[in-house]
């Protein structure tokens, strides 16, 4: 699965901010976003944001 499917094509912005942290978050819904110690790691804790949004909305 590739990760345009499994952030349902949304577009993601991944950077490192000033304390060395990488960010992740929609640049169409900056409220979802996310932060590791890598840039894989930030992606992972995004895919599980972004899953428990999308499971509050069927709730």
């Not at 950077?15 to 169409?28: K, P, T, Y």
């Not at 110690?37 to 499971?55: C, G, H, M, R, V």
């Amino acid at each position: 699965m590739s990760k345009d499917n499994e952030f349902d094509g949304f577009s993601i912005e991944l950077f490192r901010d000033e304390e060395g942290d990488w960010l992740a978050h929609f640049e169409e819904l900056p409220n979802i976003s996310a932060f590791g110690d890598s840039p894989e790691e930030a992606l992972l804790e995004l895919k599980e944001a972004w899953e428990a949004t999308k499971e509050s909305y069927l709730t």
